[in-house]
């Protein structure tokens, strides 16, 4: 058989272990590192009595612990199921049911679902693997190569779900053989070498992935480097990732590579080669990129079948010995020109489908064109002919199966969801247009219910397979046989919103782009973009229309957090209005070090005036304020997260200092955490440290909500934490500017959504009270799972406000931090 991944790998190990493997931001990884980390995890499988060929969950986000959870899998002897990070819970609990998974590997900060991930699969009985909490176990295991892992060539290489012509998803099991191919064809077909530099932009939870962008380029030797997701869904930004980080291969669905290609790119453009799929593929006449475009046809049972270079309807001829033949509806061959169901052989085809075998048998079917006895091939579902060429030109399906955004989605699944949630209603579900929209027809159904029955799709389908519409209508038309008559379903009209109208000027320019982008005739102040039909690559475009038309950058990460209009507006104020402050307090005019204070719920300036005596002359103190606080206490206090570190940020960027740590105490700390997250998505360094005091981890679920107690419960409250003047809590005078700014800052704290992300490479230090119930010990403890750098925690004695009462303590222990700085400097 042709050598397994692994053993490539472990080849690239031992001519180079010490050049980068795999490259996300700031973090690399060496073929030394990973092949090692995979080595360790792969005997914390085995001692888990993971056996040969059985399947292993893995679910995190693109990131260098995804590499190594995949390779240490293989190396085990084991199948990784790959397992969608975005994907909803419920969805993802049912694959890991049906493929029997006994052992999942995941991550607290790796995985969006994490949070509810972990205690549901604890509840199935499921042994969680956590990369980054059970890293001291791990870190304890030999890392020298496995002796014992035995692979066939028709071993279980990984496990990934499809849609198919079935109502439901279907688990693909790939072959060793199946992989082994797929690298050879990189380097033979597609000149895949050492000196690559290959982006890695597909889902971890598609094959896709694996086969044509991790294994070819890690098997040759090449380096793996990932964009964040903002970087990804952004045409310019990507772009200027590419020629930044000098990619020279990087592979995308047509929806991400056309609107690439069409950008203007130098001369001298480091990439040699973008790979595309066989999906619809078109660009302008005009448009000449400076490097090679190939299309490629395969699907998830087959990999790479066809290909070619540059423009055409077609998506190519067969590529390194696999077999197509267009054939009949009795298996008869065609001849060239005309239509029929598309067959593929050779040995890229995967196994079969798990636990599946009528379907297997159904697909998988005995190849009698090959002349080789036990040949299969499999019959792809797609229709086909054979051009004057010689090229495949695909015409459509045999099933409902669409591609949406690079994914395929089948219109059955998605309708049988629909129906079933719509309670006693009909539905009908279609994809309309050339970008495949995905359209709900509802029957009998109220539509004061479609908000309800858009939340509970989500939590049951992925966000491509979500209808973008939904349509109501009096009765489903249907055939004269009693069916259904998709064809004479009318058009979608999209009409205006029943969600209030935008206001203000600002509101109703950010809805005129909203309703160009969704092809609305309205929409309202709390209408949620996704709901309406957008998906990440329109919100990509939002962002840069926004950018364009007001000069201002939205996070778009954080209009994930609350994709409302109205939300939509605060960004935007809070990015161009001086919402945030940054006040110097004390400090020589050229610091070495520079000390970023954030305010905790009801804090200002006051909390940290007196620091300045108390930190080493070479510390410059700089304190954030934001409006409703202190001197600005007549102005509208901000409510959330993401409006405070969008306009801070900004401001912190274009005053850089090398050597800059971030302090936060309660609310504070969470504040700077996202700060420091923002200025790495927005490819600004991190800062030099990160300093949290009296706060749970960012991960830990946030469950008081103070901010909704009536104003003299909300008082007493703030006065028994001890964190606000008494005296201006018992002001009356204050009371119509205090209770506003107090329950926002509370409304921040307590409304926080925490995303996953890879860790910060900064240093964390976190203090803790010994008796503080608002933050326990052990979930401070936390922190240390955000940082793929050093994390120490002190315990000062006191409650929620040590701050206060241990000032001199953990001004102290802060000075010992800073100080050491000193020393760093040259």
Known sequence: ?????????????????????????????????????????????????????????????????????????????????????????????????????????????????????????????????????????????????????????????????????????KAVVSRHETVGECVALAREEFGFTRDDRVAWCSSPGFGVSLVNELWPALGTGATVLIPDAGTLLSPQRLRDWILQERITVIHLVATLAVPLCELDWPADCPLRLLLTTGERFRLGTATDPPFTIAITYGSTETTHITGRLGRGESVGRPLGGASVYVLDASGERLPDGEAGVVHVGGRRLARGYLAEPALTASSFLPDPFAGVPGARMYRTGDLGRIDADGELVLVGRVDRQVKVRGQAVNLDEVEAVVAAQAGAGEAAVVAIGDDSRVVAYLAGVDGAAVAALHKALAVRLPRAHLPAEFVLLDRLPRTVTGKVDRAALPAPRRTSSSSPAPDA????????????????????????????????????????????????????????????????????????????????????????????????????????????????????????????RGPRLDERPLEWVAELVGGLGPKLAADPHPRTYLFGHSLGAIVAFETARWLRRNAHPEPAGLLVSGSAAPQTPVTARAHLLPDDALLAHVGALGGTDQSLVDDERLRPLLLPALRADFAMHETYQYAADEPLACPVTAFAGSHDDEAPIEDVLGWGEQTAGPFQMQVLNGGHFFIASQHERLLGLLSEALEAETEKVP
């Open 1 to 169: 058989m042709t050598s397994s991944v692994h053993s490539l790998i472990q080849e690239q190990v031992r001519r180079s272990p010490g050049e980068p493997a795999v490259v996300s931001g700031s973090a690399v990884l060496t073929y030394g590192q990973l092949n090692a980390r995979a080595n360790q995890v792969a005997r914390l499988l085995r001692s888990l009595g993971v056996a040969a060929d059985e399947p292993v969950g893995t679910c995190l986000s693109r990131s260098p612990d995804a590499v190594v959870s995949a390779l240490a899998i293989v190396k085990a002897g084991a199948a990784p199921v790959l397992l969608d990070p975005a994907a909803p819970l419920e969805r993802t609990l049912a694959q890991i049911r049906a493929c029997g998974v006994r052992v999942l590997i995941t991550s607290t900060v790796g995985c969006d679902l994490a949070a509810q991930l972990l205690p549901a699969v604890e509840e199935l009985g499921v042994r969680a693997v956590r990369l980054d909490a059970d890293r001291h176990i791990i870190a304890g295991l030999p890392a020298d190569d496995l002796a014992d892992v035995h692979l066939t060539p028709d071993s279980a290489a990984h496990v990934v779900y499809t849609s198919g012509s079935v109502t439901t998803p």
């Open 505 to 628: 000027e600002g509101e109703g320019e950010l809805a005129g782009i909203w309703c160009e982008l969704l092809e609305r005739e309205g929409v309202g102040i709390d209408d949620d973009f996704f709901e309406l039909g957008g998906h990440s690559l329109l919100a990509a475009r939002m962002v840069l229309e926004i950018e364009e038309r007001r000069g201002v950058k939205i996070d778009l990460t954080a209009f994930y957090e609350r994709p409302t209009l109205r939300a939509l507006s605060g960004l935007v104020s809070a990015a161009t209005q001086p919402g945030n402050v940054l006040v110097r307090l004390s400090g020589p005019e050229q610091p070495l070090v520079r000390l970023v204070c954030f305010p905790f719920a009801g804090g200002g300036l006051s909390a940290y005036a007196s620091w300045g005596d108390l930190l080493p002359a070479h510390v410059e103190l700089v304190c954030v304020l934001p409006p409703g």
